[in-house]
């Protein structure tokens, strides 16, 4: 499958990651050449074949409802590049 | 010095802990500055006092990967979106190991950032060189472990394994690494790349090491519901020196174009002593083999792009200034990843994306069903797989840094074990002309990590290829 400039620029938009005009260029090429060969899978003939959603026969793991102890605000905060008080902070998102 | 022998002058009281770990200082003073198998050596600072613990392991130093959490150390995955990340929580395999006396090494070792790689060149510290011939890359994305285990610089070591991440360094660098089954060991901690396929194992200089290592981090974990709830056997006890009557397939789909010449009659001698050794060899075929790669791309992208999503400047690590949040986003991504990652992530992306999902992810799915079945087919017949684990020995430094594609097919005999969730080791089996090690691949059904521990280990003990080592 072909993939075009317009594609990418939209994905790597999705996936929230500036791309810069070399960059862009050099995706193109590389994604084109990585995406003709994945594309051998499409002559098989899979019709009747059941995805391989998990590779254990485990299914609905739950674990009991009982309470614990979990991360302190100041520990789960400790690496975070900015914080005030007991939360996240982030640049404005409401105008 | 291994670590079962280590193990034994440990006990006797002959080495003390403190002159072990001032061994290993001593050695990466000498021989790291040209291997680079560990990162942060600048801000290090020795800690002068063991803590004397019994146990098992009777504080034996243990190399740890730096995508696994150690509480109190920085881990950052060798991604400059992670500098500085110091985890307030460690990984379930270091409590294991700490629980049976270990003592984790305070360096921790290079790897390609976020795993995404085949020869530790994707590190944001530069990369790791292999103590056979510093040209050469060590393999990856465990280059780290693997280089820092061949060079003596660490004991024994903990990589990952997504595609092969164990297995190929392991063979580049001419020791032994295990990939368990998938569920054996916890990926509590282990920062994830593709959920359904990474497992944490084992590198080691020879195999006793590897059984007494997965024996300690092996077993059910109430924190990865992937964890399977399943007795860990005693592995020493298949070190048994006896492989008589078991039987070998070797899978004609890993002998074709492609293949290095020398690592090709390496391998055919390798299986020749398995013959000689009383197993009975015969041909067999693993007919989806030819999918595995491009399969795996699409899985192992899909995963890693939704995983690394939350690598977005707001918990930890990375944040490119900025006063709008998605620009926030943005920049942070695109300043704090490398190309590796950024490629992997708008590839997965683009394989879940609406209109894709169906002829991509989903297709890959279901080729991945007829790949585990082609496993499920040969071991219904068969003991366990014998295969090369890479089909080239260490390549240049640089030589396929450009060419993701080419990088990507170096994986092509590793990948299917990921695929099929099953287990496989790679010991050291020959040298090519130019003193390169080759690695021979076992595999084995699903929780049968001791038909692997038998084969090696007897194959193992009756050559000399593990007590060969580099002129470094």
């Not at chain 1, 674990?63 to 102890?69: G, N, V």
């Not at chain 2, 881990?75 to 270990?102: D, N, Q, R």
């Not at chain 2, 032994?176 to 089954?181: A, Q």
């Not at chain 2, 400047?313 to 695109?334: C, H, P």
Request: with cysteine; aromatic share 8%; hydrophobic share 40%.
């Amino acid at each position: 499958m072909a993939i075009d400039n317009e594609t990418i620029r939209h994905v790597a938009h999705l996936a929230r990651i500036d791309l810069q005009a070399k960059e862009l260029e050099r995706l193109h090429v590389q994604l084109h050449e990585i995406l003709g060969f994945i594309d051998k899978i499409s002559n098989l003939n899979i019709e009747d074949v059941l995805p391989a959603s998990h590779i254990l026969p485990i299914s609905n793991v739950l674990r009991e409802d009982i309470p614990h102890t979990s991360l302190t605000p100041e520990r789960a905060l400790e690496n975070a590049p900015s914080k005030k008080g007991n939360f996240f902070s982030v640049p404005k998102i409401i105008e | 010095m291994t670590a079962h022998e280590l193990l034994v002058r440990l006990k006797s009281g002959s080495v003390a802990s403190e002159a072990v770990q001032e061994a290993l200082y001593a050695r990466i003073e000498k021989v790291d500055s040209k291997i680079n198998a560990y990162v942060r050596r600048a801000d290090f600072r020795k800690n002068d006092a063991v803590n004397k613990k019994q146990g098992l392991l009777f504080s034996l130093p243990v190399t740890v990967k730096d995508n696994i959490c150690t509480e109190g150390l920085n881990t950052e995955c060798c991604s400059k979106i992670l500098a500085g990340f110091c985890p307030p929580y460690e990984a379930t395999v270091i409590s294991k190991l700490k629980k049976a006396g270990a003592e984790i090494f305070p360096l921790k070792a290079n790897m390609d950032e976020f795993a995404f790689g085949s020869s530790t060149e994707n590190s944001c510290f530069g990369p790791t060189h292999n103590p056979w011939n510093l040209g050469c890359v060590p393999g990856g994305s465990s280059g780290g472990s693997a280089a820092a285990v061949a060079a003596d610089e660490a004991i024994w070591a903990l990589g990952s394994d997504t595609g092969g991440s164990i297995r190929q360094p392991a063979s580049f660098c001419g020791v032994v690494g295990l990939k368990p089954t998938y569920g054996r060991v916890s990926r509590f901690g282990l920062i994830a790349f593709a959920s359904s396929l990474d497992q944490i194992g084992p590198i080691t200089k020879d195999v006793e090491d590897a059984a007494i290592l997965t024996q300690a981090i092996s077993g059910y974990d109430p924190n990865d519901s992937t964890s399977v709830d399943q007795d860990v056997p005693d592995y020493l006890k298949s070190l048994t020196k006896d492989i008589k009557g078991l039987r070998v397939g070797i899978p004609k789909e890993y002998f074709v174009e492609g293949m290095d010449s020398e690592v090709k009659s390496v391998i055919e001698q390798a299986v020749n002593k398995l013959k000689t050794l009383g197993a009975s060899v015969k041909e067999v075929s693993l007919p989806h083999t030819e999918y595995a790669v491009p399969v795996y791309y699409i899985i192992a992208t899909a995963e890693a792009s939704s995983n690394l999503a939350r690598f977005d400047g707001v918990q930890y690590g990375y944040r490119a200034k900025s006063d709008n949040l998605i620009e926030m986003y943005k920049r942070t991504r695109a300043e704090g990843f490398g190309d590796e990652a950024k490629r992997r992530i708008i590839l997965g992306t683009f394989a879940l994306s609406h209109g894709y999902y169906d002829a991509y992810y989903l297709r890959a799915l279901k080729v991945r069903t007829l790949i585990k079945q082609d496993f499920d087919r040969v071991f219904a017949e068969f003991d366990c797989i014998a295969a090369p684990t890479s089909p080239t020995p260490a390549f240049k430094l640089g030589e396929r840094a450009s060419e993701p594609l080419k990088m990507y097919l170096s994986d092509i005999y590793t990948i299917s074990v990921n695929l099929a969730g099953i287990p496989a080791i790679s010991i050291p089996c020959g040298f090519t002309k130019d003193k390169l090690p080759v690695g021979l691949q076992i595999m084995a059904g699903s929780f049968n990590e001791e038909m692997l521990f038998r084969v090696a280990h007897t194959f193992e003990q009756n050559t000399e290829w593990h007590k060969i080592k580099s002129s470094l």
